[in-house]
């Protein structure tokens, strides 16, 4: 298993602030995956804030060199911004099986950007991704967990969230588990299955969300 490496400019573990914050973990810049910038056509759209985070696998094979997952990226990004119409690539953030972060869709990794990786519940969410695929039986590695862990901390730790909490969303379309309107409540370490009908984040995936929120109200101090 080859770690890809970059540099990581200064300030990228920005000092936490508050009682319940966590440092800013090293994250990939789209600059540095090589994210081609002239496929967004649209401004980014805020939120007042991330209170959930939903967990997401994508779907691609567990073998891959982590050398490559720049690679993976670009061409991830071209199917949601073009072939999905959705302007650039869905999720917030995106975590390698090496435990690098990536960072995803445009707009500022500390700012509430609204993505396109949850249906009705985009707006107040991040999304979070696990490159590979994690249903019953397929393990899932220790750097990746440990990873968005570490990012979670910190993102939901920006607006004072705790990992191990609830927090209500409202539906913003039908297409979700809830109709649009409906005022739902999630832990705010969720799995992308809480709120769509689907069974993303697989499985065993789904199984280690308690841990990570531990990991993450720990890293809170907590």
Sequence with gaps: ???TEFVVGPGAWSPA????????????????????ERLR???GEYAHAVRVVFVHHTDNPNDYDCAEVPSLLRAM???????RDWDDIGYNFLVDRCGTVYEGRAGGTDRPVVGAHAQGFNKGSAGIAAIGTFHEGTP?????TDAIARLVAWKLGL???????????????????????????FDTVSGHRDGDPTDCPGAEMAERLPEIRQ?????QGR
């Excluded at 990004?77 to 072939?83: E, N, P």
């Excluded at 899932?140 to 990746?144: D, E, F, H, M, Y």
């Design 215 to 219: 990991k993450a109200a720990r890293l």
């Design 41 to 43: 056509h649209e401004p």
């Design 140 to 144: 899932v590695p220790a750097a990746l």
């Design 77 to 83: 990004y071209g199917d949601h911004a073009t072939g």
């Design 159 to 185: 607006a004072g969230v705790d990992p191990r909490g609830r927090a209500a969303l409202v539906s913003t379309n039908s297409m979700s588990r809830y109709r649009k309107g409906a005022r739902a409540v």
């Design 17 to 36: 602030s508050g009682p319940h914050s966590a440092p800013r973990p090293p994250i990939v810049s789209r600059e540095q995956w090589g994210a081609d």
């Design 1 to 3: 298993m080859q770690q």
